[in-house]
């Protein structure tokens, strides 16, 4: 099949590049589009009892979540002046107008005191805001500048968990701008430092944005038919570039290779196709498969990552494997230059490591094993306004909240009770677990077990005969374990069958379902990667190998994200706030893509080394030789793409931040410590072990590629 598209590529090398132009203006002028029809999403796992729960409070009682907060200054002092209350009750009259606004509640119509600061200076007007979380926020875009003011009776901000969202959204498509038009000329000066040639260079990165614009397309038209994440685009820019760079690096220096052992340009260029792309096949089935596990995930935030993952592939095989050939072809004499020993460095130290493995493979180890300890410590929580850079409007208002208000009550637990029933001693028992500050119920408000009389208590009987109650926390029990919190809520003994939501409800069950379902895609990954590098390697040994090198290599990854962003280390330096946690769905999807990319660099160093085994029947000699040829190449390749991932340390936001350092530092240890250390001299330990298979399942063997006989000159990049 690869032989036949190189042969293609040659014989209607125009006809092909004039079939990928218009294919890039189609896609250019489709996939540019793909914002405006992508989601965005909220913490909520479909199915679990706060989503139940959420249904309940909108269809019996039309509200929900309070996640718009308006915090109110009195400039005079006092929340209960009457300047004060007549401004803010006018505020909350307008905001009741606004469209989107379910319902409204203020202080001056509750007189709350989980409304109030304690020195009476502030006080807190809460809405529902109903709709997508793609319509609301683009509400939201509109209404909080419309909100945010200074009059004579009042200061007003504007905060609560939807905005936060939107502005970490807002900010993270200014940073991935910003990231991508700082990498893409970075990227081609270093291709060309690399190649030495320009063309080269330009055919590379022509590919990668092939592939991102193709991806992008791709997207746009799958969110006609389902709901598609707006960061699934953003991974197809740093993925698509990325891969397009590896597997342009590894089929240009196959087709050198090929001409500088006397091959016409267009048996090279067929050649070239037939060794390397059987190698890039592979390389793009196993980060597919990677990212392709995210689907066992009921949240279409990080399933869109597997349509995004399988789209990348895809259309950077295609252009490795159709594009460049046809290029090459066309223009291969000005991607030619003279050998160059730049595969020195890596050979030496590998030859150095290989003859002294036991003392090499254990000072490389314990390195990596030691930068792996923080592991030990992590821990998951739920995110909160730390997430975005200080001075950030919604985050101000949350902190002033936070530091001056004894309750929060945007992060307000909803129980909705199956059937009318007398809540009294319910509500008093809630009162007093703790971390709660207040209990609104039917009969009252409840602090400490004692009740109160409470205007709008109304609000929470439903025509149906329901009843809901509303357990607003402290501001220390947001801030520690939310989790442990609504676990004793819901433990508690209800006078009916409840349901128990709100937004901790919906954070802690959407981490739940997470960790739950995190063991499958953990074994899809490593059973569906193992088969397919056994089908490359034919070996039962190399794959088990490979497995154990990547999960050394991403352990180091999660011990940097617990030192750096957990503990709060360099924090001053890369610009963020610790929270002493880390929200488990990045470093899930950071898992998959760092697994996907480490298995691309095994893919490349494991198909030389083989190729040169199958040619000489000599271990030692080939992982030596395989070194020789693919060690510049991976290193290229992975310094240029972790340069990709390392533009988004400049994000103000966390999670963009942890991406962009995690995955970096991943692609860097496992493209030299790993893969041209500790893999080389595993291989010479095991000797002919390397290459057994049962004798059952040999047959599974893909058939080889045609290799060349020739001896070739090293250091071709």
Not at 146 to 175: F, K, P
Not at 586 to 596: E, K, T
Request: proline share 5%; glycine share 8%; hydrophobic share 50%.
């Amino acid at each position: 099949m690869l032989t036949r598209l190189g042969r293609l590529a040659v014989r209607r090398s125009r006809a092909v590049l004039a079939a990928v132009l218009l294919v890039f203006l189609g896609l250019a002028a489709y996939g540019a589009g793909a914002a405006d029809d992508l989601d965005l999403s909220r913490w909520s796992a479909p199915g679990t009892e706060s989503v139940r729960a959420g249904d309940r409070l909108r269809e019996d009682f039309r509200t929900g979540n309070p996640n718009l907060a308006v915090l109110v200054t009195a400039r005079d002092g006092d929340v209960d002046s009457p300047a004060t209350r007549r401004a803010a009750r006018a505020l909350a009259a307008e905001l009741t107008r606004a469209p989107g606004v379910t319902h409204v509640t203020s202080y001056w119509d509750t007189r709350s005191a989980a409304l109030r600061s304690r020195n009476g200076r502030r006080a807190l007007i809460l809405a529902r805001l109903e709709g997508t979380a793609t319509a609301t926020r683009a509400r939201l875009g509109t209404l909080a500048p419309q909100l945010t003011r200074t009059t004579a009776a009042l200061d007003v901000q504007v905060g609560g968990q939807e905005e936060i969202s939107r502005q970490v959204g807002e900010q993270a498509r200014g940073d991935f701008l910003r990231a991508e038009a700082f990498a893409l000329p970075v990227v081609l000066l270093l291709l060309i430092l690399v190649y030495r040639r320009t063309v080269a260079a330009l055919l590379t990165v022509a590919a990668g944005l092939l592939s991102v614009l193709a991806t992008l397309a791709g997207l746009r038209l799958l969110a006609q038919f389902t709901e598609v994440s707006t960061f699934a685009a953003n991974l197809a820019l740093v993925l698509g570039l990325g891969l397009g760079v590896d597997y342009g690096l590894f089929v240009i220096n196959r087709y050198r290779e090929e001409r500088a052992a006397g091959h016409t340009n267009p048996d090279a260029v067929v050649r070239a196709t037939e060794a390397a792309g059987r190698t890039v096949v592979f390389s793009g089935v196993t980060v597919a498969v990677s990212l392709c596990s995210l689907a066992v995930f009921p949240f279409f935030f990080l399933r869109s990552f597997a349509y995004a993952g399988v789209l990348v592939v895809l259309t950077a095989v295609a252009g490795a494997v159709l594009f460049l050939p046809a290029a090459l072809a066309r223009w291969g004499r000005h991607v030619e230059r003279p050998a160059a020993p730049a595969a020195g460095f890596w050979h030496r130290t590998a030859l150095r490591a290989l003859r002294r493995p036991l003392l090499a493979g254990g000072g490389v180890l314990t390195v990596l094993l030691v930068a792996a300890l923080p592991l030990l410590g992590l821990r998951f929580g739920l995110p909160d306004e730390r997430v975005l850079p200080r001075g950030t409007s919604s985050r101000t208002a949350a902190e002033i909240v936070h530091r001056e208000f004894a309750a929060e009550p945007t992060d307000t637990v909803h129980i909705v009770l199956a059937g009318s029933a007398d809540t009294r001693a319910y509500a008093a028992a809630l009162s007093l677990l703790p971390g709660v500050y207040q209990v609104d119920a039917p009969s009252g408000a409840y602090r400490h077990g004692q009740r109160s009389a409470a205007p709008g208590q109304d609000r929470l009987r439903a025509p149906t005969g329901r009843v809901r109650l509303a357990v607003v926390p402290t501001q220390q029990a947001m801030y520690g374990d939310v989790p442990a919190f609504v676990d004793r809520i819901r433990k508690t003994p209800s006078p009916a069958p409840a349901l128990v939501g709100g937004y901790p409800g919906e954070t802690t069950d959407f981490r739940a379902t997470l960790l739950e379902r995190l063991p499958y895609a953990i074994g899809i990954v490593l059973a569906a990667t193992y088969a397919i590098l056994f089908l490359m390697t034919n070996s039962v040994l190399l794959p088990l190998k490979a497995t154990v090198l990547n999960l050394l290599s991403l352990s180091v990854m999660f011990g940097c994200l617990v030192w750096v962003f957990q503990d709060g280390h360099l924090s001053g330096t890369l610009g963020f706030t610790p929270t002493g946690s880390i929200e488990p769905s990045i470093p899930v999807l950071m898992f998959c893509v760092a697994y996907g990319l480490s298995m691309d660099y095994e893919v490349f160093l494991l198909a030389r080394i083989k190729e040169e085994h199958d040619r000489t029947g000599d271990t030692l000699r080939a992982v030596g030789e395989g070194i020789r040829r693919s060690a510049p190449l991976i290193t290229a390749a992975a310094g240029i793409l972790a340069l990709s991932f390392l533009s988004y340390v400049g994000s103000g936001v966390v999670f963009l931040k942890e991406l962009g350092l995690g995955t970096a530092l991943t692609i860097l240890v496992d493209a030299t410590l790993i893969r041209l250390v500790l893999l080389p001299l595993a291989m010479r330990l095991a000797g002919r072990a390397n290459w057994w298979a049962p004798r059952m399942l040999r047959r599974l063997r893909i058939r080889e590629a045609r290799t060349p006989t020739d001896e070739l000159p090293a250091g071709y990049v």
